[in-house]
């Protein structure tokens, strides 16, 4: 048997420990699961992407691509943006 040693703040141990206690399990048991896993599948199951945007975040993002279709700007300066906005 070989040792790992990992280096986390306290306070991201403190929380997978509790995710991982509610399943019963440990940090020791999910680590070694993981690297079960890693030789298992031959590479790293991690999810590395961005969380979806939501529904108003999408319609946002719709109605920015409509605008810069367009290739006009809404307001001729940030100026003029910032008083449409009573900033």
């Known amino acids: 048997m070989a040792s790992v040693t990992v280096r986390v703040d306290e306070k991201t141990k403190e929380e997978a420990s509790r995710i991982v206690e ?25 999810n590395l992407s961005y969380e979806e945007p939501n529904r108003d975040s999408l319609e946002s993002i719709r109605e ?24």
Not at 24 to 29: A, R, T
Not at 64 to 87: Q, W
């Open 22 to 46: 509610d399943f019963g399990f440990d940090l020791s048991s999910v680590t070694r699961a993981f690297y079960r896993q890693i030789v298992r599948e031959n590479r790293i199951p991690l």
């Open 64 to 87: 920015a691509n409509e605008i810069i279709a367009k290739g006009e700007p809404s307001y001729k300066s940030a100026e003029e943006m910032f008083d449409a906005m009573g900033v």
